[in-house]
């Protein structure tokens, strides 16, 4: 995948004579492409290519989103703006790129989708190719519904008829999300291998469907599409927490889908980003929310010291969190190197504790993949879906003490009721996927965001770092953005925002 990620710029801005008898030779015309399986795979890898807008899957748009919790604080980015409250339509980039990068990628879809059935190719690969462009166009419807709701629903190749259309319902978004995941899921092939890595696969397709429904409250759907996923035994928790996000170990048994980045063509600047400029600071709400090892909270367990504040805990702090005290590039972390809050974001860069960065490495440069689906949130799907369900059963136990054995904290306690069950798995999620973009949508899909999301936050010395806005009347959605109203007069913008 990394190959082809590599030569997609050349792919679509020229060819040489051998693949395409052109004139031009310089880019590519609706006379001369769309006739060879060249071309098809080109046109399919256009779309993976959308994958790396920066309001989607891109670069550092896990840690922008957890700044809008109160996981993070973020100086100045769009996720403080969210966080504080002030976004609207116009002066958010990722609530209008978003926008335009999602629906970016549904065009070239729908292209593909429409230019396929009149290239000659075997068979097999052209399923496959289909297949693979429907999981994309629902991820990316994916991607606009949990942020705006309701948007028009397009499943033909671009035309200019087509930016005049209405808003469909929530509903009937989601109803071809579903939809476009179980056809894939029908076509793709359990795995690759060799260049094609990267790619969807079958399990990608019932990752994101079981998420999809998930988010929809449809508990009996969501619990199967993850159980489909458990049973076929395509994948297993890494080992490793802190391994599981390492470069080294890119493409390991966990990860399903991620996007692949590949130096010097495709690069982000995580790194530098979540180091030394300490742009995505952890709050200290997040860091007293991990437990102890004991699976006890800091005020309930006896092994919490508050002399040692970090001892003890739930080894997915150190895994996720700089501390001070702690050893970070081969140096200790004193309360001077994250000024922000105290804390630095550990996950997401390429650097390793207790060991010097190599000599000539660009801070700037990381080619590390960004993780967009992996078992440990199917196995997370799967807990709660069965829990809202039917109740915490053996099987939600299970689920859920995979993921405690592998951190090396103590299994969920017998007993518990369904609400109490329900508390520990909206914990164990913030825990498990902290720093990765999904308590941000966690929170407005429980309808919590109102509390978690409003007040004061605070760094390690317990000062205030800001305060937080949540409008429960107005920020469960995004803003509609102002010049996709200004360009169709046919869109309806979300309550509470002016056009």
Wanted: hydrophobic share 35%; aromatic share 10%.
């Amino acid at each position: 995948m990394k190959k082809y990620i590599a030569i997609l710029v050349v792919l679509l801005q020229s060819c040489s004579q051998s693949i395409l008898d052109v004139n031009p030779t310089d880019r590519f015309t609706d006379q001369t492409f769309w006739k060879t399986e060249e071309h098809a795979q080109a046109g399919l890898n256009a779309i993976y290519n959308s994958l790396y807008g920066n309001a989607l899957h891109g670069g550092n748009m896990m840690a922008e989103l957890d700044g809008a919790t109160s996981n993070i604080y973020t100086y100045n980015g769009p996720g403080g703006n969210i966080a504080r409250g002030i976004h609207d339509a116009s002066n958010t980039g990722i609530i209008n790129n978003r926008w335009d990068q999602a629906y970016g990628g549904i065009g070239r879809a729908n292209t593909l989708l429409a230019r396929i059935g009149d290239i000659k190719m075997p068979d097999a690969n052209k399923k496959r190719y289909i297949a693979e462009a429907k999981f994309l166009r629902g991820l990316f419807y994916f991607d606009l519904w949990i942020a705006y709701g309701g948007v028009p629903v397009i499943l033909d190749a671009p035309t200019v008829e087509q930016g005049a259309l209405p808003r469909n319902t929530s509903d009937e978004t989601l109803a071809q999300i579903v939809k476009d995941l179980t056809e894939a899921a029908a076509d793709l092939p359990k795995s690759y291998t060799g260049g094609n890595k990267g790619r969807a696969t079958a399990g990608a397709a019932n990752a994101l469907k079981s998420r999809t429904l998930l988010f929809a409250g449809k508990w009996i759907e969501a619990a199967a599409a993850a159980k489909t996923l458990m049973d076929a035994k395509t994948y297993s928790l890494f080992p490793d927490y802190r391994g599981l996000f390492l470069q080294e170990n890119e493409g390991n048994s966990e990860v399903i889908l991620d996007v692949q980045y590949k130096n010097p063509e495709y690069t982000h600047s995580n790194d530098i980003n979540y180091d030394q400029f300490n742009t995505y600071a952890p709050l200290q709400g997040l860091v007293s929310d991990y437990y102890l090892t004991d699976g006890k909270t800091a005020a309930e367990s006896p092994l919490y010291d508050p002399k040692f504040p970090y001892k003890n805990r739930d080894p997915r702090l150190a895994a996720t969190i700089m501390t001070i005290g702690s050893s970070f590039k081969g140096k200790p972390v004193v309360a001077a190197t994250y000024p922000r809050t105290g804390y630095g974001l550990k996950k997401g860069t390429t650097y390793k504790d207790n060991e010097a960065p190599p000599a000539g490495k660009a801070d700037n440069i990381s080619d590390l993949n960004n993780i967009i689906l992996r078992y440990g949130e199917v196995l997370l799907n799967y807990a709660e879906a069965q829990n809202e369900a039917v109740g915490p059963d053996a099987s939600v136990y299970d689920a859920l003490n995979l993921l405690r054995k592998r951190a090396g904290v103590a299994p969920f306690p017998a007993g518990l009721s369904k609400d109490q069950m329900r508390q520990e798995i909206r914990h164990e999620r913030r825990i498990e996927l902290a720093g990765e973009g999904q308590y941000y949508w966690d929170l407005r899909r429980w309808r919590t965001a109102e509390k978690e999301m409003n007040g004061d936050v605070f760094d390690y010395l317990g000062k205030r770092v800001e305060t937080r806005a949540f409008d429960p009347k107005r920020d469960y959605l995004w803003p509609i953005p102002s010049v996709a109203l200004q360009q169709n007069p046919s869109l309806t913008q979300n309550p509470g925002y002016n056009k």
